[in-house]
């Protein structure tokens, strides 16, 4: 008997910043709707749907360019570790949704092992495709270590 469950996946990535782990872990959990200032090519807008910044349980609404095509994606933070420094959200609806039965990201902001300024953050995506045609979300993950960057930048300056 052939297996109906869909492909699911995870993808990692690690990229350097300038920032602090505290400066990218409070940026992207206590102030979401600010990374759009980092970011403005990348990231239109990020609008608060229900609960509070800073709080897990909290509803976003990320919108964002995609392969050069605007999109959107209501999220939940479902973690906030404030000691580890990462924060995990989960996709609940918008253009993700269209692909993925179930998409999960976590990004954690650590210092960096030579102990030079700014930090290593750290992306994992754990998905579930729709079907087997579905692509593996390189273009996503690419999105996310490239905003972080840009907020490294961004909040070196601050």
Not at 65 to 73: F, I, N, P, Q, V
Not at 79 to 101: A, C, N, P, Q
Request: net charge negative.
């Amino acid at each position: 008997m052939a297996s109906t469950a869909a492909p699911t996946g995870r993808l990692e990535a690690y990229v350097e910043t300038d920032a602090s782990p505290e400066q990218i872990h409070h940026l992207l959990s206590c102030m979401p709707d600010h990374v759009h200032d980092d970011s403005p090519e990348k990231i239109l807008g990020c609008d608060l749907v229900r609960g509070d910044f800073g709080t897990p349980g909290c509803v976003v609404t990320w919108r964002y360019m995609l392969d050069g095509k605007a999109e959107k994606t209501k999220a939940a933070y479902e973690t906030i570790d404030y000691e580890s420094k990462s924060v995990t959200f989960k996709v609940l609806e918008g253009d993700m949704k269209e692909e993925f039965k179930s998409f999960v990201k976590t990004m954690q902001a650590s210092a960096k092992n030579d102990g030079s300024k700014g930090s290593i953050v750290h992306w994992t995506v754990e998905y579930e495709k729709r079907h087997d045609g579905v692509g593996e979300p390189y273009s996503l993950l690419q999105l996310f270590v490239e905003v972080a960057r840009d907020m490294g930048a961004y909040l070196k300056e601050k």
